[in-house]
């Protein structure tokens, strides 16, 4: 821990650079994922039969109750009965100056955020709802205002038109219907927001196909076998940087 701590401090009085990854960077997150994997929490659960499927939530709960181990400050893995890793939970592997240089290059998306938000705004208010129910009778919404703008942007290179499909596949166990591109992916603030980030993508590929292998392999071959069952044309020509079908954009209420 003392190697990491002494990272940590080394890193906190340097530049990173903007569009690449430090080679600091890269230690640090080899002595984050060393430290979660040297101090593991182990469960009475087995991982199997809690992936299973259970007609009610609140069965999870009867048949495997949480642990009660306090507060958890350090790097750390959580294991099943069988010492199988469910859970990494790694605390710093993303330096605070380079949190600082993403949320600077989020700010152009700051529009398209805005008109997400005023669009949910106006579904809701259709039910008699607002999106922020304490602003209710207000000329106003500070929100708005907000330097990183509110609302959410849902990006994938391959994505279904209807939330109820991926139900339907759940049951079904087939793909039984095409898939689109996201139309957010024409936004040009979008295209040049992936393009910027793409360094960090790549390196963060090769940190979840160290401690997620498995899920790793199922992005990279749902990647592959996109091409196939894509049907938005004209394709945007965007390049897509992640090993998964989805990037998300969420910026809460006072972000």
Same mark, same amino acid.
């Given at each position: ?22 080679? *600091? ?20 659960? /087995?991982? /199997? ?38 859970? %990494?939970?790694?605390? &710093? ?9 993403? *949320? ?6 700051? @529009?398209?955020?805005? !008109?997400?938000?005023?669009? !949910? *705004? ?14 209710? @009778? ?5 929100l708005a205002d907000a330097i990183f @703008? ?26 039984? /219907?095409? $898939? ?9 603030? $979008? !295209? ?16 979840? &196909? ?5 899920l790793a392999r199922v992005g990279k ?5 996109? &091409?196939? %069952? $894509? ?11 992640s090993i998964y079908v989805g990037i /998300?954009?969420?910026?809460? *209420?006072?972000?």
């Amino acid at each position: 821990m003392s190697q990491l701590t002494n990272l940590q401090r080394v890193m906190a009085a340097e530049d990173l650079p903007s569009a690449s990854i430090s080679s *600091n960077e890269t230690k640090l997150s080899a002595l984050v994922i060393a430290h979660a994997i040297l101090n593991p929490y182990v469960t009475k659960w /087995d991982i /199997d039969r809690f992936a299973e499927l259970r007609p009610h939530a609140a069965d999870k709960t009867k048949y495997f109750q949480y642990p009660q181990w306090g507060h958890i400050s350090d790097p750390a893995t959580v294991l099943d009965v069988h010492s199988r890793v469910m859970l %990494w939970y790694l605390p &710093g592997i993303i330096p605070p100056e380079r949190v600082k240089h993403f *949320n600077r290059i989020h700010l152009p998306l700051k @529009g398209s955020l805005v !008109k997400h938000s005023k669009r !949910k *705004n106006e579904s809701s208010m259709r039910f008699g709802h607002r999106h922020v129910p304490e602003l209710a @009778g207000r000329d106003m919404d500070p929100l708005a205002d907000a330097i990183f @703008g509110h609302g959410g942007l849902m990006n994938s290179p391959a994505t279904f038109q209807q939330g109820h499909l991926i139900a339907s596949l759940m049951v079904s166990k087939r793909l039984q /219907d095409k $898939v689109y591109e996201s139309s957010n992916l024409r936004i040009p603030a $979008v !295209k040049e927001w992936l393009h910027e980030i793409s360094y960090a993508e790549e390196f963060w590929n090769s940190i979840s &196909g160290l401690v997620l292998p498995d899920l790793a392999r199922v992005g990279k071959d749902a990647i592959a076998a996109k &091409g196939d %069952w $894509v049907v938005t044309q004209p394709p945007s020509g965007t390049q897509w940087p992640s090993i998964y079908v989805g990037i /998300d954009v969420m910026v809460f *209420n006072f972000s």
